[in-house]
């Protein structure tokens, strides 16, 4: 079984669905062991509780710099004796001594077709603001594990979304939420817990 830890940081739609693909059978050989959000008001902490995961906060707030965070962050994905690291929607950068630690072992969902429109400020709905001012007419989510860099590792899935004449970011968002990341993030988990 792959012990999957989840960490977010809003709404969760994307925790949603790989709860439920675990539960009908989507994602194969896998537990979700933990949650971890950095933000006590996040939505996706009810989802958590509502599928009986165990859900923790880990803000930076609560802690006197960020290398205590840090610390603690890595400390508790290792105490849910964690072997992947499914970042959905986690709005913190990782810590290098976890990269390090976890190599190929976190993967990231990122809401465009890298390397459109990701790396530093780039997040949430930022992402199809930057979209629709550039007047791209597909843009999609990529899956890919987390390196050093900003969205710069390795891709492991993607897919394109078309781009609509009258979207807003908010509908752009939901459409590549619907018909791409929560189908990618739930398929790469379960590409990974099957070569596990
Ligand atoms: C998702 O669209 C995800 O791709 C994006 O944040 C949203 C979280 O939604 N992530 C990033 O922008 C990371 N750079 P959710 O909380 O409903 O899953």
Redesign the pocket.
Known sequence: MLRVTVL????????QAIIDSVNNGTIKNTKLVGVISNNAG?Y?LERAKKADIPAFVISPKDYESREIFNDALLAKVKELDTDLVV?????VRIPEKMVHEYSHRII????SLIPSF?GVG???LK?HEAALAKGVKVSG?TVHFVDEGM?TGEIIFQKAVEVKEDDTPETL?RR??EEA?WKLLPAAINKIALNS
């Open positions: 977010v940081s809003g709404g969760g739609t994307n925790l996040a996706a970042l959905a929607g986690f709005l990231n969902i990122h809401p990701c780039y997040y949430g992402v989510a969205d968002q590549i939420m990341e």
